[in-house]
């Protein structure tokens, strides 16, 4: 569909969500006065992290995915977050609607290692939309592809991205282990008779440093 623009108003974080969720909310325009009666909207998201700069702290916690820091000009590259999707109800010129984006405290995946990296400042994102317009035209169905041109670069608060986070997992987060390293972690915690997962990580930490 042509004539058609989106652009991201805010980030909050959904605090009825039954997963740790965050809310996009997009502003739907289309400079026609013809109505959209339906609309399914997908969106690709991507972090672009060469869009800003970074503290020292930061550096030291993103090397795991960039490498040292010399080297941030070659390997800071576009990645992909997540794909989400969701439906629009009828409307005409404007509409502004939320856009459900499940996030995941997963370390495997590159996009919470570089969530977690971050201290402050925003997250640069860009959305490229895709998708299907339902209306009628002289009393006929006209069905259309959202146009593959249309995005929307945001720079997301990363407190929205913690206060999600925050929501489910309160000052913690969580790590997976094969289960042969957990059944070994856990004889090492009956071992010592160590009380919680917390003083067993410290307890390795501490002997990791003499």
Do not use: C
């Not at 009825?16 to 289309?30: D, E």
């Not at 109505?35 to 916690?61: C, F, G, N, W």
């Not at 590259?77 to 109800?89: D, R």
């Amino acid at each position: 569909m042509s004539g058609l623009s989106i652009e991201v108003v805010s980030g909050t974080p959904d605090t009825y969500a039954a997963v740790p969720t965050l809310l996009l909310r997009l502003r739907i325009t289309r400079d026609s006065d013809e109505p959209v009666h339906a609309m399914v909207l997908k969106a690709q998201i991507r972090i672009e992290p060469q869009r800003r700069r970074y503290s020292t702290d930061e550096e030291r916690r993103l090397v795991e995915l960039f490498g040292e820091a010399p080297r941030w000009g070659e390997t800071l590259k576009p990645f992909l977050w997540t794909h989400v999707s969701t439906t629009v109800a009828e409307f005409t010129g404007s509409v502004d609607v939320d856009l459900p984006v499940a996030v995941t405290y997963d370390f495997e995946v590159a996009a919470a290692k570089y969530l977690h990296g971050l201290g402050d400042g925003d997250i640069p994102i860009v959305l490229l939309f895709s998708g299907t317009t339902f209306g009628f035209r002289n009393g006929a169905l006209v069905v259309e592809p959202i146009a593959w041109n249309v995005e929307a670069g945001y720079g997301l608060p990363v407190s929205v991205w913690r206060d999600t986070m925050d929501a489910f997992f309160p000052n913690s987060g969580w790590i997976r282990v094969d289960r042969d390293t957990l059944d070994d972690l856990t004889v090492y915690k009956a071992d010592r008779a160590l009380t919680s997962w917390e003083a067993t990580f410290e307890r390795l930490l501490k002997e990791a440093n003499r």
